[in-house]
């Protein structure tokens, strides 16, 4: 291919300021201020700040809620991340069983995908409401009084459903598109080498799929971690306390709610931090990747 | 003994598509046969049926003596070699061999005997730990052919394995495929729509049209005595020459041209000459044409020729001299003209 040459050597740099300016704006400016604030303990009224050193993250560490909720963050991460993942292959196996070659049916289920995010964390919510909620009715008949907002586990298995069931069809889209890419050749031939469906599955088409697992699996710590933050919004809405929440939420809680800037400083430094590790790791296993043709 | 019986055979596909209309061959022990038809004529299906990848909608099929219609195909003791080699990309090509045997619990050091005999009579040896993507094309063959040899099978099944090969490395892994099915002395169903395949790999050829049975021959057989006019067009390249033509008992009529032919035959047919039957004559005895192009292919030359309203094709030893006047008269022997029924296709011998 030929390669187009700019005149000036500056301009390129030009045409990539309005990108960089938004990066700076938006991300660098702030993350900048984040980690500027963690080190000040800041008067929320009066905008007076005095510089403490590390107290902010001693304090935030040491904080038995804090040990709490990064323990309910991880739980949470863990379960979502891996319910997905195993929901999302057990919907895309059965499908392509169905679908193989018939391309309508794929794009009619693709269509779960086109519902707005916000639409369907509702709809989640709603299915654990205290006085409408069908799943609340449905273990009622177990004896089991779910309290979603007053009990902390019942809380955290709501959130953890609710995130979940958002997240699987991510997956499933997914997992159908890698099982439809298997050649049937392929399929074929081990069905010759193996009559056990199961052995085939695992020593076959789950190998296959292992670079939509790696990837989906990013996808979904990322998810869990970060974007679920809407989801407890709505499930712990105006029911402070004794709910649990995920780490990104206390920082939003403990900043704006509890007017600690300087500690949901230190807290959101700390997040920028495990960020950075999952996306070094994350590089990593696309670097290593599997590449198969 | 027979391997495989094939007993009139049908299938029919869920859309309502009739794929094989009853077919019924025998594979006979340490015999390779080839299906050969053109695109879409069901050898495809015919050979998945008898893998059992697709079901048997009528008919049986019986494998070393047992109907194996109801059986898993991995349950039937046969080997399948793909057109895409399909080995398992995530598994190094030890791997790939000896998946099946794994799976049906043969002991480690027999597996490993097996593998490496299969790695040596293919030359695969030095590959053994290589993924398939690190191979050749050709490797990636004989990678598939290893893997359907470690499984001793009663029946190798071919379906065209040599077709996304180019043509210099189709004709050596042809003849190493023919050397090898001799060795193991393991009947094979070689599937393909090249009739120089068919001809040069099988000891019998199963000509299949539109779902049903052309002709079943050895490959002699079948170029000399074709049954019917679309055997005749399909074997053979260039195809034989089919003209319209009048036979009177003593003589043949062909665009107002007569010949002496004795035979017993009257009437309108068509009429079967193979392009590398018929010559230039110097006299005017034979069929006078008239050359529309020559086309040289090296040791041959094809002449294309204008006689009366119909093509014939000639082919020819390019040393021969073509008259620079383009008018030839075209001589045969009596004996290698076919004679066809107009109507129904089919052979006519009297
Ligand atoms: N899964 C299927 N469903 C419906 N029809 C099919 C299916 N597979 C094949 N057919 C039809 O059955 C007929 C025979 O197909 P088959 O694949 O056996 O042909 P083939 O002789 O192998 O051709 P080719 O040389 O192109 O491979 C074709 O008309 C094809 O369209
Ligand atoms: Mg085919």
Redesign the interface.
């Given at each position: 291919m030929e390669k187009s040459q700019f005149q000036n050597p500056w301009f390129p740099y030009l045409l990539l300021l309005p990108q960089m300016g938004i990066i700076a704006v938006f991300f660098l400016w702030p993350a900048a201020e984040a980690i500027k604030s963690s080190f000040y303990l800041e008067d929320p009224f009066f905008g007076n700040a005095t510089f403490v050193g590390l107290d902010n993250y001693r304090d935030a560490l040491s904080a038995s809620d804090y040990k709490r909720t990064a323990w309910f963050t991880a739980i949470f991460t863990v379960l979502v991340s891996v319910l997905s993942l195993a929901l999302g292959l057990m919907l895309a196996v059965s499908a392509d069983r169905v679908l193989r070659g018939q391309s309508t049916y794929k794009t009619l289920l693709m269509w779960v995908y086109a519902i707005a995010p916000p639409v369907a964390g509702l709809i989640g919510v709603m299915l654990f409401d205290q006085h409408i909620g069908p799943l609340v009715d449905f273990v009622a008949i177990f004896g089991w009084e779910m309290r979603v907002g007053v009990n902390y586990w019942d809380t955290g298995l709501a959130m953890i459903i609710v995130s979940t069931w958002k997240q699987v069809p991510y997956c499933f889209i997914f997992f159908l598109s890698g099982l439809q890419s298997i050649?049937t050749?392929?399929k074929?031939?081990?069905?010759?080498?193996?009559?056990?469906e199961t052995?085939r599955f695992w020593?076959?088409t789950f190998?296959?799929l292992?670079p939509t697992t790696f990837f989906l699996m990013i996808l979904n710590i990322t998810y869990a971690m970060f974007e679920t933050f809407g989801t407890i919004d709505l499930i712990v809405k105006d029911q402070p306390g004794n709910s649990p929440v995920t780490l990104v939420y206390k920082v939003y809680r403990d900043g704006f709610r509890g007017n600690d800037l300087g500690g949901s400083s230190a807290q959101s430094v700390i997040l920028m931090i495990i960020v950075l590790l999952l996306t070094i790791v994350q590089f990593r296993l696309i670097e290593k990747r599997?590449?198969?043709? | 003994m027979t391997t495989l019986r094939i007993k009139n055979v049908k299938k029919v596909y869920p859309n309502g598509a009739e794929a094989v209309k009853g077919v019924s061959v025998d594979v006979e022990d340490g015999e390779l046969v080839v299906f050969v038809g053109p695109s879409g004529c069901g050898k495809s299906t015919l050979l998945r049926m008898v893998a059992g990848l697709e079901s048997v909608t009528e008919g049986e099929i019986e494998l070393a003596g047992r109907v194996v219609n109801d059986l898993e195909p991995a349950d039937r003791n046969i080997a399948m070699v793909f057109q895409n080699y399909a080995l398992y990309p995530h598994m190094s090509v030890r791997k790939n061999l000896a998946y099946g045997l794994r799976n049906r619990k043969t002991p480690q050091n027999e597996i490993d005997a097996r593998v490496n005999e299969a790695a040596d009579l293919l030359q695969i040896a030095e590959f053994l730990d290589r993924k398939p993507s690190q191979l050749s094309g050709g490797q990636r063959q004989r990678v598939a052919m290893g893997r359907a040899i470690v499984r001793h099978p009663a029946i190798f099944l071919f379906d065209e394995p040599l077709s996304n090969l180019d043509a210099k490395l189709r004709n050596q892994m042809r003849l190493e495929i023919k050397k090898l099915q001799r060795r193991l002395e393991t009947a094979a169903i070689y599937v393909t729509h090249d009739q120089v395949e068919a001809m040069t790999l099988a000891d019998r050829i199963v000509v299949l049209n539109g779902g049903q049975i052309e002709q079943v021959g050895t490959p002699a057989e079948i170029y000399a005595n074709p049954a019917t006019t679309f055997v005749a067009s399909f074997i053979g390249a260039p195809p034989m020459n089919m003209l319209e033509a009048n036979v009177t008992g003593d003589a043949l009529e062909i665009e107002g041209q007569s010949l002496p032919f004795p035979r017993s035959h009257r009437g309108p047919v068509r009429m079967g000459l193979r392009p590398e039957r018929m010559q230039i004559n110097g006299s005017d005895a034979g069929l006078n044409a008239e050359i529309t192009v020559l086309e040289d292919l090296g040791a041959t030359r094809l002449i294309h020729a204008r006689l009366g309203n119909q093509e014939v094709v000639l082919s020819q030893d390019a040393d021969l001299p073509v008259p620079s006047d383009g008018k030839i008269s075209i001589a045969f022997r009596p004996d290698d003209v076919h004679l066809f029924d107009r109507d129904s296709g089919r052979r006519i011998d009297a």
């Open positions: 050649p050749s392929v074929e031939a081990a069905k010759v080498d193996c009559r056990s052995r020593s076959i190998p296959l292992a599997v590449h198969y043709n | -």
